[in-house]
């Protein structure tokens, strides 16, 4: 089991950027793909983004693609998402989970540990 903790969330304007990190522990970081999820209020979770194990593939949301970059640091053992022009609809609960197997990334089922997840607000 991997431990994952996710900050960086925070009340922005639309328009503003905001790097969120997650810092992982437990297990060998660069045997994990990882990936980033959110979930707004009164909908389901769904993908953001996600990086393989070396950093070398990274997969998108549409809706996020062209704004958000997922990135890693393999010594550090952490994994970033820098959002730029964020809208009111990037509103959410945002969370970092991690993948072993290094597939199926778009899918929520195929990561088996999850951060606590941390909140991103974004005013008009």
């Known amino acids: 089991q991997v431990q994952l903790v996710e900050s960086g969330g925070g009340l922005v304007q639309a328009g503003d950027s905001l790097r969120l990190s997650c810092a992982a522990s437990?297990?060998?970081?660069?045997?994990?793909?990882m990936g980033w999820f959110r979930q707004a209020p009164g909908k389901e979770r769904e993908f953001v983004a996600a990086i393989s194990r070396s950093g070398g593939s990274t997969f998108y949301a549409d809706s996020v693609k062209g704004r958000f970059t997922i990135s890693r640091d393999n010594v550090k053992n952490m994994v970033y998402l820098q959002m730029y022009s964020l809208k009111p609809e990037d509103t959410a609960i945002y969370y970092c989970a991690a993948n072993e197997a290094n597939y199926g990334m778009r899918y929520a089922r195929n990561f088996g540990s999850w951060g606590q997840g941390t909140q991103v607000t974004v005013s008009s």
């Open positions: 437990g297990r060998t970081f660069s045997t994990l793909a």
